[in-house]
């Protein structure tokens, strides 16, 4: 099977071929022994001859023989054949993994979750049964009956011809089973993943639906998915089993033509009694792996779809650089005339701007402004289409992603923690610390206090996404791992939005830890916490309208002092009884 997913890996799918392929030839001798042994016994039974019991003897040493270096090539080549592809596709999932690392956020944008997620398993085991298993039974079924289809056109080259007409009636069948595949096996895919996400989703979403007596049936995006997947499976398999099935009765036909045939000619004289049990006895052991032949065929055509999916990844543009490109020692962030567009929707319109080294920078404005989009820029998630960011003088688009971001630290209002201890939670933000090293970060995010509580402190395992654990809680291991990373560039996007006053309090305090000296960007709703910003920039579709400090924004007649108004009264709001 051809696909750029396996091309770097020829060597070893040689290797898998080959050795199944010589594993064969015992094989094939020994099926071949045992028809000898047929003839030896059945035919003097029918002539009334005598039986040679001593070639019999020597037939069962040569099985024997041929029977156990059978085994030990069988067992050589399985096991060269599941190491390899099981190394294989480990290596295909790390590939993915590193690309997945790579691409923009623009790919996770346009792909669900759950489909990129069946990539990464689904598809890459189709990838990996395509080299355990299809191949194999490929080239196993397709050597014996070449091997036996030549010995029995020398045996009676007319009777034989059975043999061609058979298999290509029943290809065509098979065939069109393949095509079937081609087409419902891709829209089968596509409502997997379609399935899967609605399932993550419900998953995740638990505790929301519960609330609105949504759950179960009630849940009818993830009902109707179910519904539409078990669907397509029933038509996927029925209308591709039905060729296949024909066609596997074809072979069958086929065999029972050739035994009447057989038969009349034997009636005739032109075919002898011995020649006759040839074609009965090896005729079986010709048309059995043809069939097997015939289904393999089918299935890679499941896997194709597959790789195709996984190449589908690998062949995505990853973002470019200059390979030798260093990183300023200076921490100034620049936008000339950036443009991003998403989707066809102008998100920012042609902005400049500069954030200071060592300043804090504020950026407001109402929901859907750019402001997040800004700080996605910065760390180069997205591609702008027009324009240059320059971080120390440097377009950003000339740094490897890696280095870029080793310049830059974020902390977001979303925080996702691993199921995982706490300690290697917050040693994200540098795998190479040591634990005194976690413990002090620990201390400056103002969460070695609550860690110190629980059952085995900084060794408690958090449950995935950090469920276990309060908004606050999780926030302050956030600003752990930012610490601990010790980078110069800060982001925070609504780090204290949506959190009680007491948090907030604690949350400020290990901000303050954290900040110290750094190039700061914020994003905030409560103006409360960026009145002593250096500058703030006001957005509004996609534009700076406004800019300076909260002193001279709050005497201004603009959007700022409009927006700042509001939070003033909605502070004071109260219910009513």
Not at 118 to 131: I, Q
Not at 544 to 570: A, F, P, V
């Amino acid at each position: 099977m051809k696909n750029s997913v396996f091309s770097e890996y020829k060597s070893k799918i040689i290797g898998i071929v080959i050795g199944n392929i010589i594993t064969n030839f015992p094989r094939g001798f020994f099926n071949g022994v045992i028809y000898f042994l047929i003839l030896g016994l059945t035919i003097p039974s029918l002539s009334g001859d005598a039986v040679d019991f001593g070639k019999l003897n020597s037939y069962y040493i040569m099985y024997l023989v041929a029977f156990f270096v059978y085994i030990l090539f069988s067992i050589l080549s399985s096991i060269n054949t599941f190491v390899q592809s099981y190394g294989i596709s480990s290596d295909i999932r790390m590939k993915l993994g590193e690309k997945l690392r790579k691409l923009s956020l623009g790919f996770f944008k346009d792909n669900d979750p759950g489909d990129v997620t069946s990539r990464m398993l689904h598809d890459v085991s189709k990838a990996e049964e395509t080299l355990s298993h299809y191949i194999i039974d490929y080239i196993n079924g397709l050597i014996i009956p070449i091997l036996i289809g030549i010995f029995l056109a020398f045996v009676n080259y007319k009777l034989s011809l059975i043999l061609p007409v058979t298999i290509i009636i029943s290809f065509a069948f098979f065939y069109i089973a393949k095509r079937i595949i081609n087409v419902m096996g891709k829209k089968h895919l596509q409502v997997i993943n379609q399935t899967s996400s609605r399932i993550l989703e419900y998953t995740s979403s638990i505790k929301l639906l519960k609330s609105f007596n949504m759950v179960g049936e009630s849940f009818n995006e993830l009902d109707k998915s179910l519904l539409k997947l078990k669907k397509l499976s029933f038509k996927t398999e029925v209308w591709s089993g039905i060729p296949v099935q024909i066609a596997l009765l074809i072979l069958d036909f086929g065999y029972l033509i050739m035994l009447f045939y057989g038969a009349k000619m034997c009636v005739s004289g032109l075919l002898g009694i011995p020649e006759f049990f040839t074609y009965a006895i090896l005729g079986f052991y010709f048309f059995e792996p043809v069939k097997q032949v015939g289904i393999s065929v089918v299935l890679m055509r499941h896997a194709k779809n597959s790789l195709d999916r996984i190449d589908d990844i690998l062949s995505k543009e990853e973002s470019d650089y200059y390979k030798n490109q260093q990183l300023s020692d200076e921490n100034s962030i620049e936008f000339k005339d950036v443009t991003f567009t998403y989707n066809d929707t102008p998100v920012l319109k042609n902005i400049s701007c500069n954030f200071p080294q060592k300043s804090m920078t504020a950026l407001v404005g109402i929901s859907g402004a750019g402001k997040t989009t800004i700080t996605s820029l910065i760390a180069r998630f997205w591609e702008i289409q027009k324009g240059i960011i320059t971080l120390g003088g440097i377009n950003i688009k000339k740094i490897k992603p890696e280095l870029l971001l080793s310049k830059i630290s974020m902390v977001f209002q979303d925080v996702y923690l691993f199921n995982d201890t706490i300690l290697n939670n917050i040693r994200v933000g540098d795998l190479k610390a040591t634990d005194e090293e976690v413990i002090q970060a620990a201390k400056l995010a103002q969460c070695h206090n609550f860690i110190s509580t629980l059952p085995k402190g900084y060794n408690t395992l958090v449950s995935e996404g950090g469920r276990s654990l309060s908004g606050g809680e999780k926030q302050r291991i956030s600003i752990a791992r930012a610490i601990l990373k010790k980078a110069d560039v800060i982001l925070l996007d609504e780090a204290t939005a949506s959190l009680d006053p007491e948090n907030e309090n604690e949350i400020q305090l290990a901000l303050d830890n954290l900040t110290k000296d750094k190039t700061i960007i914020v994003i905030a709703h409560k103006f409360s916490s960026i009145m002593n910003a250096d500058n703030i920039l006001v957005l509004n579709e996609g534009k700076i309208i406004e800019s300076g400090k909260h002193t001279e924004l709050i005497m201004k007649d603009g959007l700022y002092r409009k927006l700042w108004n509001l939070q003033k009264q909605s502070g004071s709001w109260k219910m009513v009884n």
